[in-house]
Structure formats: structure tokens, C-alpha cells
């Protein structure tokens, strides 16, 4: 069986979801919910929480909540101090490559160790869900990540212990979800319309027979759901008497986020909102807003998404009038707000029957399917959103790879030497849009040396860019006049080493005996599955072996096991595995007797034991 | 016609990527063109519409994503032909990519050098955009009609060839190469201006 899972890395919430045989689902939570907060805590008494916990928690105790990290994911510290949000986290003294936090317990957190412990509790929900090891996982990412945010993502998914089959633009995973369920949808132009709790895409594709092909993409990977809280936070918070949130409580900010946040989701569906924010040492705050009032407040906002909308319907060369339909994704899209941008900048109603929280994952699990080997008619064609080059003569940036660009791609150029007798040359790669070195992002410095001494513009050297499937880049340089090559390969330097995760594995273990024993209880779990299966098999196929009590024996141990499955007691669940051993080692005994026998039961007993 | 690398059959890979005898992929051949490589007939005359079909049709075929249980080998395969297929794809989009792909295909090898009297008028141009915004705005309306009356210029010609069924006599190709790089100037020229408005554009 196949245990292929799509993860949706969310700024706010994650999921993860499974296409096996038939229909995709996302996994749930106890309570039937399939959104797990993407949030840390790290309180004053030591101990850490995830998800909802982490949420609740920090709004009673003093400690460190990280939220909405994947802003940070890919960054040096700079980007940190340069947040516009309310600064609850602390920064450590990080460096250029990676932004640290500090927090409770004098212990720092990078943004992919904690995106690293989502994954690794995701992957345990879907572990149980499904009585096995997850095989194999497809994780999204925004399509305006750039190399370094999606090595950053891939770093994560493999100090969670997850083969990564596939990085995935959430637009794409979106529309692979809503087209495939809706034939009538076939062959057209659809935008996916992508507004997260951080981040901001839109992707025109084509959809033609289960192929969906990006046309262009464009966004704000710091673009998001946050930002309107932010702008009602800092509100409320000049409302009660603080003008500037710098330097206030922790405790405080967090209420004056999660009010903001409650009050902009009760603006979906009310018209007036009454916000109540009676924080301590300032002034009460209880005040009715109309959703019109609360439109002006974040216009500015909402602004920002419109030259990302331009962009890509010019690469695409398209006009609202030849879309079939603007599909909605992502938590914010709920917003009136935002609807009524999308109405006036496509010419046309949104889509509104996806699920906008959900599609991502859901075409994440069917893209994880499909690469393991699953039997379904469709195939994602992705491009990279970003353009690369290669800085020339006076900083000015060659592009070899345009953005829009289909992955995975290739592309060549060819140098000639500038001096006499000149044996090696510089190359710098960068990403992004503009024409000088120095407004583009920085990816990768080196130096092919070896060449033959030649007169100048002789020497011939031939740069190549791979840009892989999951918009990962490599550079190769050749030296090729002579025939005799001298050739380096390189790949963006700010990702982590091997030895980089394999020593974050290492820390990660000594700081998470919570999540030790999570892990062995789910790992119980699925062992106790395991045997419980195997027992019945056994017993449906030769249950004739055993007497009636001897059977009843077994089925009562069974029946134990199964009741101590659920419950979270993992002694128990080891003593039950050891009883049903126990009780089923004479059977085991007598159904080997019979294979040697019949060769032909060989099979089912070595699933047995 | 080239032999199947998995059962030996008799293929013509370009037609048709798939072995007839076994169903596995098979390697393009040396010297495929680009046109070749998304199974499209040789000709100037390609929308954008019908080349992405083109493209998603052979991608379902060829690509990868689609190949997860077969051999290595073919997986390789899959791999080089994807590339090629993103490449070529590429290449025909851009109308004058795909001009140049003709040229070499007859054997002609355009010069790239502008003629005294081109290269005296683009700097005459590029000095009078200087002038000011509304000079510049008529400019690029100026330039970018020039060069689509070249583009539908080249269509045509390449529409007779292609009828003659002329399209490899280098000979006859060959005039249509300095036609090719008018139009590439004069692409720089119009994208140029139209930058310097998109950069006044953010400065506001
Ligand atoms: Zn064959």
C-alpha cells in the first residue's frame, strides 16, 4: 500500500491530505478538524506545544509564541528586523543566511526547525490515519518563492524525516484539485487567485485532458491575511493608549492579535462588529465597526495585490474576458474585501465552489499519488516565477532562465575570455526581475578555473542553468574551446548542508522529549495496527486450526489491543502487543507446521510474524 | 526510422514518441528540431494556442511525472525529452526564436550586424526618446507598428517558401536572414522605450 501524502505548509494553518486508490481527503484532528495551526510556544515552565495547543496556551502564560515563520523561511536575520509585524518574537543574534529566534529555556529555533516539528506532527496524524509510515510527501510552496524559500522547505521536509517527492506551487496544487473534479472546467484559462495568511499568488493556467499548465505566475511572498490583522491590531492598540507596540508585553500583543484576527473573520459574514479589547494597564477598548469602515482600514493592504494580478495576465497575454474563471484559494479569500478586488479586477464573479482552505493539499495528495506510481490521468506543468542570470560587464544581469520559464528546464550561454593568457573567470548568479546586479537576489559566486592560456576572446566558456522540478537551480560552466574541459557545478550556497541537518536531528532530539513520547506512542500504535491485522488474516484463513476457546482466547486479547489503540496509554499498548504474541504463539506454531506442508501458505505466514 | 532501444522494433520516434512494438519511450534523434520535438509540422505560421497544445499533448507522452513505475532507462529518456521539449517550446513561442530555428534548419547563418543606415536610424530614435515622455509614448506606437509590419512581412515570405515546399533550399532562405535581424533590432529598440515608461512609471 502506498502512503504518499500531500502537506500544505501554511503561514497560518497546515494540512496534509492522501490520495490512495479513490478520492483525495485531508486527515483530521480529533475534533474532525483538518487545520493545524502552523504555531510554537515555548513557555516559562519548560515545556513546548504545537498547533492548537500552542495558540491556547499563549494566551494565559508568559513564554515565546512563533507564528507565521514561513515569512522567515529562506531569510537572513535582516528580513526579521525588518518585519512589519508586531515583534513578539525575539531575535538572536542570527546571521546572513538564516534568521534565528530566541526563546524560553535560552535555546534558538531557526524558521526550518519549526517548520521541520509541523511536518513531523503532520506526518504522525497522517502515520496513524493511515497504519503505516508515510512513504513519500509532495510539499507546497508559494509560487513566488524564490531558490533559497524553497530550499529552505525542502531542508525542513528532510529534517522531519520526510522523502520529499516534490516542491509544489500552491496555485498549481489548487487548480489540479478543482479542475480534476470538475470536467466542465476542461479546456480553459483559469487564474487561481491565491491570498494565504502571508503570502499572495496568482497563476494563470491552462487546463486541457488532466493537463494543467501554468501560464505565468506572479506575487508577494510577504503579502497576507497577517497584514490585516496587523493594520486592526496596531489599532486597537493606539485605541487602549499605546501608539507604539515597540517594547510592550508580549502577553499584550498576542491578545491584541488574536482580537483583530476574530473580529476580521467575524467581517466575512456580519456587516457591524462590536471588538472588545480590555487589555491590562491600558485603556478599554469597545468600539462597533462597519465592515465599509473596516474596507478603508485596509485598502492600503489590499492594494498590493494588484500589480502582482497585472504581471501575470500580461505574461500570460490575457484579458479577463478569455478566463473561464477565477478560482479562489486560501484562508483570507473568505474576506468580502477581497472578493469585491476580484470581481473589479477580473470583470467577473469568483468561483465559489472550492474549498478554499483545503484544495492545496488535496492537489497535493494527488500530485504524491501520481509520483508514486499512482494511476491517474493528469500531469502539473509548472514554471519558475522568477527569472535567472548571471551578472555581466558593469553589474548588469544576462537572464538566462526568463521567469515563466516551464520546469524543469535548461538553458546555455557562451563567455569568451576578456584578457590575454586569462585562465579563469568569475561568475555570479542571481534571481529576480531587474537589470542591475544589485537589485536582484544573490544565489550563488564562483570561480571556473584551469583555463587554457588564450588571446583574448578565445577562450570559450558555456554556462548552463537546470532548473529542476521543484524550481531548484544548478549551475555547470565548461570550458570548451580547447576540448579540454575544466568544469564546476554549483548549487545555491544558503541551504544546509548534510551534516547540517543530520546535527539539527541531533539538537531536535535533545529538546523534544515531548516529542519522544508522541513519537513512541504513535509508534505503538502503528505496530499494535499492525499485529491486529496480521491476527485477523491469520485467523480468517486458518481459524480451523484453533478450538473454539483458543480462538475466543485470541479475539479477547485482540479486542484489548484494539481498545488501547485509540486510548494514549503507550505501556498499555505494549504490554497488549506482548499478550497477543503471547497468546497467539501456539497458533503461530501450528500454521507453520501446515506450510511445510503447503508450500503455498508460506506467504501468508511470514506476513504473520 | 531508428531501431526501439527496448525490443528492437522498427520506430520513427518523432512521429510518434512511443514504441509501437513494446509502449516504452523512446529517445529522440540526433539533430531533432525543434518542431520535431513537439511533433509540429515545419512552418512559420504557429499560434501560440496551437504550440501549447502541442506542448501539453507531447508532455503527457514524454514527461517524467508520468513514468514513475518504469525502468530507469526510460526514465532517463523521459528526462532529456522533457528538456528538449520545454526548449523547444520555448523557442517557437518567440516568433523571432523561431525565425532564426528556420534559418539554421536551411543552413543559413544570418549576420547579426545592423546595416549603416538601421544602425543610423535606431540612434536617431533612441535620441530623440530623450526628448520627453509624449515623444517617447509616440515612439514606441512608431516602432512597434514597424515591426509588426516587418513580423507579418516575414510570415508571408515564409508562407511562400513553406508552400514551395522551400523551406531547406538555403539559397532561397537566405535573403529572409537580414530581414530576421531588422526585426531583432528593432524588438530591442521598442523594448527599450517601453522599459524607460515602466521605469517612470515606478518612480512616481
Ligand atoms: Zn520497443
Redesign the pocket.
Known amino acids: 500500500m502506498e502512503r504518499a501524502v500531500g502537506i500544505d505548509l501554511g503561514t497560518t494553518y497546515s494540512l496534509v491530505a492522501t490520495a490512495g486508490k479513490g478520492a483525495a481527503r485531508v486527515l483530521r484532528d480529533a475534533n474532525g478538524d483538518g487545520r493545524f495551526p502552523s504555531a510554537a510556544f515555548f513557555g516559562r515552565n519548560g515545556k513546548d506545544a504545537l498547533g492548537w495547543d500552542a495558540l491556547h496556551r499563549a494566551e494565559h502564560e508568559d513564554g515565546d509564541l512563533l507564528l507565521s515563520i514561513k515569512r522567515f523561511m529562506g531569510r537572513g536575520a535582516h528580513a526579521a528586523r525588518q518585519d512589519p509585524g508586531l515583534r513578539s518574537f525575539r531575535l538572536a543574534a542570527g546571521d546572513d543566511r538564516m534568521v534565528r529566534f530566541h526563546v524560553e529555556g535560552d535555546r534558538t529555533v531557526t524558521p526550518i526547525e519549526l517548520s521541520a516539528r509541523y511536518l513531523a506532527a503532520l506526518k504522525a496524524r497522517a502515520e496513524q490515519d493511515l497504519g503505516g509510515p508515510v512513504t513519500g510527501a509532495v510539499i507546497t510552496v508559494p509560487a513566488y518563492f524564490d531558490d533559497a524559500q524553497r530550499q529552505a522547505t525542502k531542508d525542513a521536509g528532510k529534517l522531519a524525516g520526510l522523502n520529499v517527492l516534490r516542491l509544489l506551487a500552491e496555485p498549481t496544487a489548487a487548480a489540479v484539485a478543482y479542475g480534476l473534479d470538475r470536467p466542465e472546467h476542461d479546456n480553459g484559462r483559469y487564474v487561481v487567485f491565491d491570498l494565504g495568511g502571508g503570502t499572495f499568488d496568482v497563476s494563470v493556467l491552462a487546463f486541457e485532458r488532466g493537463v494543467f499548465q501554468v501560464l505565468a505566475t506572479s506575487g508577494d511572498t510577504a503579502l497576507g491575511g497577517d497584514d490585516f490583522d496587523l493594520v486592526l491590531a496596531r489599532m486597537l492598540l493606539r485605541d487602549a493608549g499605546w501608539d507604539d507596540p515597540a517594547g510592550l508585553p508580549r502577553v499584550l500583543l498576542n491578545q491584541a492579535r488574536a482580537a483583530a484576527k476574530a473580529a476580521k473573520e467575524r467581517f466575512s459574514t456580519e456587516e457591524r462588529v462590536e471588538i472588545v479589547f480590555a487589555p491590562e494597564g491600558g485603556r478599554p477598548v469597545r468600539r462597533t465597526m462597519t465592515r465599509q469602515e473596516f474596507h478603508v482600514l485596509v485598502d492600503p493592504v489590499l492594494r498590493r495585490c494588484r500589480a502582482p494580478c497585472e504581471a501575470a495576465m500580461r505574461d500570460a497575454g490575457l484579458t479577463g474576458a478569455d478566463l473561464g474563471g477565477v478560482i479562489l484559494v486560501g484562508g483570507s479569500t473568505r474576506m468580502p474585501v477581497v472578493r469585491a478586488f476580484v470581481r473589479e479586477f477580473f470583470g467577473r464573479e469568483p468561483l465559489l465552489d472550492a474549498n478554499p482552505d483545503e484544495v492545496v493539499a488535496v492537489g497535493a495528495a494527488l500530485q504524491a499519488d501520481l509520483l508514486s506510481g499512482g494511476d491517474r490521468d493528469m500531469l502539473l506543468l509548472d514554471v519558475t516565477p522568477l527569472s535567472l542570470g548571471v551578472e555581466t560587464m558593469g553589474g548588469v544581469v544576462d537572464k538566462i532562465i526568463p521567469r515563466n520559464t516551464s520546469i524543469p528546464a535548461r538553458a546555455r550561454t557562451t563567455f569568451t575570455t576578456y584578457a590575454d593568457g586569462q585562465t579563469g573567470m568569475d561568475f555570479h548568479v542571481v534571481q529576480g526581475e531587474r537589470e542591475k546586479v544589485e537589485d536582484c537576489k544573490s544565489l550563488a559566486r564562483f570561480k571556473l578555473s584551469g583555463i587554457p592560456p588564450m588571446a583574448a576572446g578565445i577562450g570559450r566558456v558555456e554556462v548552463t542553468y537546470a532548473l529542476d522540478a521543484d524550481g531548484l537551480l544548478t549551475v555547470t560552466a565548461r570550458e570548451t574551446t580547447t576540448g579540454r574541459t575544466a568544469s564546476v557545478e554549483v548549487k545555491p550556497s544558503y541551504g544546509l548542508t548534510d551534516a547540517e541537518v543530520e546535527q539539527m536531528l541531533v539538537d531536535s532530539m535533545d529538546f523534544a522529549e515531548q516529542d519522544m513520547e508522541s513519537r513512541l506512542l504513535i509508534e505503538g500504535r502503528v505496530e499494535a495496527q499492525r499485529i491486529i491485522d496480521a491476527t485477523r488474516k491469520a485467523l480468517r484463513e486458518d481459524g480451523a486450526m484453533l478450538s473454539a476457546a483458543e480462538r475466543r482466547s485470541v479475539e479477547d486479547v485482540t479486542a484489548q489491543l484494539e481498545v488501547a489503540k485509540n486510548a494514549r496509554d503507550r505501556h498499555e499498548i505494549t504490554r497488549l502487543i506482548d499478550a497477543l504474541d503471547h497468546a497467539t504463539a501456539e497458533f503461530a506454531r501450528r500454521r507453520m507446521g501446515a506450510s511445510i506442508q503447503s508450500a503455498l501458505k508460506d506467504h501468508s505466514i511470514r506476513e504473520f510474524t | 526510422m531508428t531501431k ?1 532501444p ?4 522498427t ?1 520513427d520516434p518523432v512521429a510518434e514518441p512511443r ?1 509501437q ?4 519511450l ?1 529517445p529522440l534523434p540526433a539533430g531533432a528540431s525543434p518542431f520535431d520535438v513537439l511533433g509540429l509540422p515545419t512552418s512559420y505560421a504557429l499560434t501560440a494556442e496551437a504550440l501549447d497544445a502541442a506542448f501539453r499533448r507531447r508532455s503527457m507522452a514524454v514527461h517524467p511525472d508520468r513514468l514513475a513505475r518504469a525502468s530507469d532507462k526510460e526514465r532517463r529518456i523521459a528526462v532529456e525529452r522533457t528538456a528538449a521539449l520545454t526548449e523547444a517550446h520555448r523557442t517557437l513561442r518567440d516568433v523571432e526564436a523561431r525565425a532564426l530555428a528556420l534559418l539554421r534548419l536551411a543552413g543559413v547563418t544570418p549576420d547579426h550586424r545592423a546595416d549603416p543606415t538601421l544602425l543610423a536610424d535606431l540612434m536617431e530614435t533612441r535620441e530623440r526618446a530623450e526628448q520627453g515622455d509624449d515623444v517617447r509614448r509616440a515612439l514606441v506606437e512608431q516602432v512597434g507598428s514597424a515591426r509588426a509590419g516587418l513580423l507579418t512581412d516575414l510570415e508571408r515570405r515564409f508562407g511562400e517558401l513553406e508552400r514551395e515546399q522551400a523551406l531547406r533550399d538555403a539559397a532561397r532562405v537566405a535573403p529572409l536572414g537580414a530581414l530576421v535581424t531588422r526585426v531583432r533590432y528593432l524588438t530591442r529598440l521598442w523594448e527599450d522605450l517601453q522599459g524607460q515608461r515602466e521605469h517612470a512609471v515606478h518612480v512616481q
Open positions: 526501439c527496448h525490443c528492437d522494433a520506430t514504441c512494438g513494446c509502449r516504452a523512446l
